[in-house]
Structure formats: C-alpha cells, structure tokens
C-alpha cells in the first residue's frame, strides 16, 4: 500500500470530514446561484376577416381585369397596426383587463413587431410584417406562458370591444391571431463550479490526513531519542 493510501485509511475521519464540508460548500454555492429565466415567446398575426393574406385580389375589387394579371392586396394597414399595436398591447388598460379577466400574473412583458429594429441613435425602423411577438419572462415556465398568453387574450377582448363601440363594420376590423408559444430558458445554476469547489475541499482535507500521518508516528516504530547532552568540562 502506498504511504498517501495508508495515510488517508488511517485517518479515515479526516477524510470523511472532508466529504461533509465539501459536501456542504458545493450545496451552498448552489443556493446561491440565480434560478433559470424562463421567456415564453407568443406570435400574433394582425388580419382581418377578409383574410388578405390568402388571397391577391381585394374583395371590394369588381373591376374586370385582364386574365392572367395579378391585383395585389393591401395591406399595409395591418403591416402599420402591427406596428402600433405593441404599444397598445403594453397600456395599462391592457394591464387591467388581464389582470381583471384572468388574474394577477408576474413577470416582465416585452412586445415588438417582428423584425423591426431601433438603431444606436434611437431611430426606429418599422417591421414590414403585420406579425407582433409577445414575449412574457419569469422564473418558472408556466408562469411565463400564463402572462404571454393572457397578455393576447386581453388585448383581443379590448381591441374588439374598441372597434365595436366606434361603429367599426364587422367585415372592416383589425383582428389579431394567435400563431403557437414557445418556452426557453436561460441562465439558471451550474454544477461546474460547486463540484469544482468541492473538490478543492476534499483535497485539502486529504492532504491534512497525510502530513497528520507524517508528524504522529506508527505503532511498533521505534521513537528516536535526542542523546543526552555531555558536560562540558573545563581545563584549568
């Protein structure tokens, strides 16, 4: 047996001390590190009862056009209600209705039109989609889901209930359309550095046991006596 192996089975409680407390650091550095982020991102579709996206001739157009000739439809007021809407969807009325229709929701809410940006000196660049991304984050994937969810609910329930009070015709509204959410998740603990620390701590325990080992001396070794000091003498 090699003398660190002796060392460590001969004080075994030293090296059973050094498993507690690196035990007991990794479990503190744990606790210490954030819990994961999790952001629930819900795609919404401005469109309206004429489903302009499904087709390439406006349905108010009666005109009598060559065969084969394509009308395309507009659009571009849903691409600018897209680009509006976020600001609308992100109101305090908004915040109300949700919270009153489906209760009180935590976390941070973030809202854009897809694919629009804000350059370094702050000019926005409107998105040409007619596509708004919700984005809902919290510590806890449901969590999360339940606020961008019920965000978009609420905003239909009030973009509709503002349409119908300003006489807007049924076949004339804004409508907003749920495309699918997806959860990811970001940050959280790592095991890296508790282990890591861990192990620093059993190690140092071990090396305590050998050089414990090496100051108290073994049974049946003999112990060296320092010789007793001779008297000087003196010579006249």
């Known amino acids: ?57 406006p349905t108010a157009t009666k005109t009598k056009r060559p065969v084969g000739s394509t009308i395309q439809t507009d659009t571009q007021a849903l691409v600018n209600a897209a680009n509006l809407y976020p600001l609308l969807i992100q109101s305090e009325a908004v915040a109300k209705l949700r919270e009153a229709r489906y209760g009180p929701a935590r976390g941070t809410l973030t809202v854009a039109a897809l694919a629009s940006s804000t350059n370094t000196f702050g000019v926005y660049h409107p998105s040409p989609l007619p596509v708004i991304t919700v984005k809902a984050s919290a510590h806890g994937p449901a969590v999360a889901k339940k606020l961008a969810v019920d965000t978009v609910k609420a905003f239909n329930v009030w973009i509709v209930g503002r349409q119908k ?20 998740s970001t940050g959280g603990s790592s095991p890296g550095l ?43």
């Open 165 to 184: 009070a300003s006489g807007i015709p049924a076949s004339q509204r804004i409508a907003v359309e749920r495309l699918g959410v997806r959860i990811r």
């Open 1 to 57: 047996m090699s003398p660190t192996l002796h060392a460590l089975v001969r004080f075994w409680w030293i090296v059973a001390a050094g498993v507690v407390a690196g035990a007991a650091v990794g479990v503190a550095l744990v606790a210490q590190q954030p819990s994961p982020l999790y952001t629930a991102s819900e795609n919404v579709l401005v469109t309206s009862p004429s489903a302009p996206y499904l087709r390439t001739v």
């Open 194 to 236: 508790p282990l890591f620390a861990g192990f620093i701590v059993l190690l140092g325990f071990c090396g305590l046991a050998v050089v414990a080992d090496r100051l108290r001396p073994r049974r049946g070794e003999p112990v060296e006596e320092s010789a007793p000091a001779r008297p000087h003498r003196h010579v006249a």
